[in-house]
């Protein structure tokens, strides 16, 4: 029995009506990311049709998802807004805060002890605000999203970028900042710019080593990591069909590294497989009597070219297992030539550890294929030559792997066996077999790569790829192996090959699990007490952000002008400090400290204009902060690529920081900086990047005439008396000018509650 049944009835009963509303206002054939939007409108009923990649819509979503590092601080600013109960279905997910080091039972219990009273929050919090709450062992948030609670047509937000994920079940469901989780579930509209359209056709079908982690690898090669900006990706084609839906999960999940807005597939066979075989019988079948709205008119499919403003085709019956890396989720390589590859960039060979698992690829069907080759290695006496961790979906999934020996196997290869949690992904790894920055390589079967970030050294170089290639990489121990032709030596000196990977879509005695971890909320939450101790390192209550004035943006100083790449790892670490994810004002004390200055190129590195010293980053802010001095970042391309987090928005303006100024800016980041009270700018010129000096101090001339496609006018001060005159464009509506003008877009939810 599917959670919120009478929900989902709900959205597939209005859908026919304004799905045939919205074809006829269009005037022309929908794709199905066009049925999902126009049938998820504030206003219900379409009666305009939106232009791509220009318009901002304001739309209703069915439910959301948090996950524990994301939620402590989106039910903080929850808890400012002055309601009673969630006004959306929403659920919380205690995935992050987990170490991976000594295996499940042990780093379970170690989490559960040092992260007590966080977890003990949001527990409270949920069961105080009518949200469904997810105990830490659970699973990972989007396979747990995946297999209770995602359904076909459905529209989902989620303060985690790889919501995505969901996209897999045909859903539209978007990583967002944790301030637009608060809008919904204080019964707000939520804001998009209404996306761009990509459609991937998928021909022939895939086979032996090749799987749907490559047709992404494949798809990031072509888009590099901003190629997706602005776009929903739609895959179709008979290739789509072919694939399970897991598989389409992982495809729509890892399109988050290619910064698309969502990714999903239209609704078939393997979907219905998926939902019967997850409980969901009564989904399924309210699926069905509107089947044909759930996917694109036949006319779209047939005539892509017109529907969509890109169109890739990749044929599957072709397509190479990759390994994508390092450093960038984006470096697709073919398995086979990256010996070459890596000789020519000195990338190390020997590979040190396989991880498999994380929210992209940690399905019942993941574990099968990646356990078939473990099995060959055992059976075939190859001794493994790297480490092994294994990282289960969910408590549903260990379980039954568990019950049909698929753990079993891996263990008897040597593997440790972690949580049903990220762990490594997002740097809660405590690796033990290396310490400093000894350069190496490890194999992955999760969604990113960059520097540091599964565990803390700059040097670790992390390839991309398949469980089932992530297998036979850690097996042969080499980065340069290519199993469909290179041999190994076994035990006994013979050479042997390994067979293609066998793999089971679904458990064939179906799925099983004793206890979920799923914990329902009281109906009357308004005897519950929210914990937060008023002396706690790990949670603090919020304090309303004040209101940036004009006249406080004459005179502000720059705090850095970061170089190249600056990802949200770079603006607000994970690792070590997802432990101060509720605390701001402790984990503050990370900002900035990963980007590097542009004018040393070091990290971490900055002149304060009031000393004349360097120092780091957050100290030298607090230094301004302390004086009432306004501050900007400056930026590159692409800045805040990466996770949702809103802390890498919420720490600089809690610091003090007034403004961000860069060449482009990556989606969730620049709407979390809007949400936040903040200035989203972009050169106008980008050019006007290279005219930023250290000492220069900004006089923001015409702010206090801020307003929609109106540039502001910056005069820039050098340090010798000089002036630059540029001009910064913006993307604010009237809306998001309001947030600016009260603080934050949590102080107008708040009066508007009060009202």
Known sequence: ?????????????????????????????????????????????PTTAFKRGKDYVDFAPDRIACQDATAQMALLQFMQAGKKKVAVPTTVHCDHLIQAKSGAAKDLQSANSTSAEVFDFLESVSNKYGIGFWKPGAGII?????????????????????TVNAGGLGMVAIGVGGADAVDVMAGMAWELKFPKLIGVKLTGNISGWTSAKDVILKVAGILTVKGGTGAIIEYFGEGAKNLSCTGKGTICNMGAEVGATTSTFGYDDSMERYLRATDRSDVADEANKVREYLTADEEVYANPEQYFDELIEINLDELRPHLNGPFTPDLATPVGELGVKAKENGWPINVDWG??????????????????????????????????????????????????????????????????????????????????EEKNTIVHSFNRNFSKRADGNPNTHAFVGSPEMVAAIAISGKLDFDPMKDSLINEDGEEVKLDEPMGIELPIKGFEVEDAGYLAPKEDGSSVEVKVATDSERLQILSPFEPIQPEQMKGAKLLI?????????????????????????????????????????????????????????????????????????????????????????????????????????????????????????????ESDYDLIQEDDTFNFVDLAEFAPDKPLTIEIVHADGSKDTIKANHTYNAAQIGWFKEGSALNVIKRENAA
């Open 1 to 45: 029995m599917a959670f919120d049944i009478d929900m989902i009835k709900g959205v597939y009963a209005n859908m026919a009506e304004r799905v045939d509303k919205a074809r006829e206002i269009v005037g022309k054939p929908l794709t199905l990311s066009e049925k999902i939007l126009y049938s998820h409108l504030w206003d219900g009923n």
């Open 142 to 162: 989007h396979q747990v999203v995946l297999e209770n609670y995602a359904f076909p047509g459905g529209m989902m937000i989620g303060t985690d970028s790889h």
């Open 355 to 436: 991880l498999i698992g994380s929210c992209t690829n940690s399905s019942y069907e993941d574990l099968t294929r990646a356990a078939s080759i473990a099995k060959q290695a055992i059976t075939k006496k190859i001794k493994p030559k790297s480490d092994f961790g294994i990282n289960p979906g969910s408590e549903q999934i260990r379980y039954t792997a568990e019950r049909d020996g698929l753990l079993q196997i891996f263990e008897d290869l040597g593997a440790t066996v972690f949580t049903n949690a990220c762990g490594p992904c997002i740097g809660q790894w405590d690796r033990s077999d290396l310490k400093g």
């Open 561 to 685: 002008k970061a170089f190249g790449k600056c990802t949200t790892d770079h603006i607000s670490m994970a690792g070590p400090w997802l432990r101060f994810r509720g605390h701001l004002d402790n984990i503050a004390n990370n900002t900035l400290i990963g980007a590097v200055n542009a004018f040393n190129k070091k990290t971490n590195f900055v002149k304060s204009q009031l000393s004349g010293e360097y120092g780091g980053v957050p100290d030298v802010q607090r230094e301004y902060k302390a004086k009432g001095i306004r501050t900007i970042v400056v930026g590159d391309h692409n800045y805040g690529e990466g996770s949702s987090r809103e802390h890498a928005a919420m720490q600089p303006r809690h610091l003090g920081v007034a403004a961000v100024l860069v060449k482009s800016f990556a989606r969730i980041h620049e709407t979390n900086l809007k949400k936040q009270g903040m200035l989203a700018l972009t050169f106008a010129n």
